[in-house]
């Protein structure tokens, strides 16, 4: 367990022909280790970001309120992420075995060196509109953007004449 922490119980029982309820009882009771995930922090909002929200979805809730479904058509929600060209290890698999005198188990950024592009999705309450993957390298700025607008006024006017 010092040479992988990321070992599981169920290795143990192969590698050592013991029994679950064995195995448990040594890693746990005798060693005293316990099974943690990586620790992640997570976004902090100010008290400006909280108003700022409570004020916008209260906006929302009063045009619903006012209009109904046809409100909800409306709108188109935009949002930005990484794709990445590699599966990231999943929080399952980042477990790993700490004893209480281990140091904390940190998970550390992913490497530039793999592939991965930013990719823009707009969707509204019938699916995606607008989809739109970023060159590698290419600067997302303002002129950047209002293309991309350019693009959903054209995507919009399609699907709803």
């Known amino acids: 367990m010092h040479a992988n922490r990321q070992v599981l119980l169920k290795e143990l029982e192969e ?3 013991l029994s679950n309820g064995t195995i448990w009882d040594i890693v746990h009771e005798c060693l005293g280790y316990r099974k943690v995930c990586s620790r992640q922090d997570p976004r902090q909002f100010t008290e400006d970001h ?3 929200r409570m004020g916008v979805s209260l906006t ?3 045009c619903f309120n006012d209009h109904g479904e046809d409100f909800l058509e409306q709108i188109i929600t935009v949002d930005e992420m990484w794709v990445h060209q590699y599966c990231p290890e999943t929080k399952a698999q980042s477990m790993a075995w700490k004893h209480p ?3 904390t188990i940190k998970k550390f950024t992913i490497s530039t ?3 991965k592009l930013m990719v ?3 969707w509204d309450m ?3 509109p607008l989809l ?3 060159p590698p390298n290419e600067t997302v700025n303002s002129a950047a953007y209002q293309a991309n607008l350019r693009k959903l006024k054209k995507a919009v006017q399609c699907k709803r004449p």
């Open 132 to 134: 739109h993957f970023y």
């Open 60 to 62: 929302h809730l009063l």
């Open 113 to 115: 060196n793999y592939g």
């Open 101 to 103: 005198g281990s140091p």
């Open 126 to 128: 019938h699916g995606v």
């Open 50 to 52: 909280k108003k700022n």
């Open 120 to 122: 823009t999705v707009f």
């Open 15 to 17: 590698q050592f022909n």
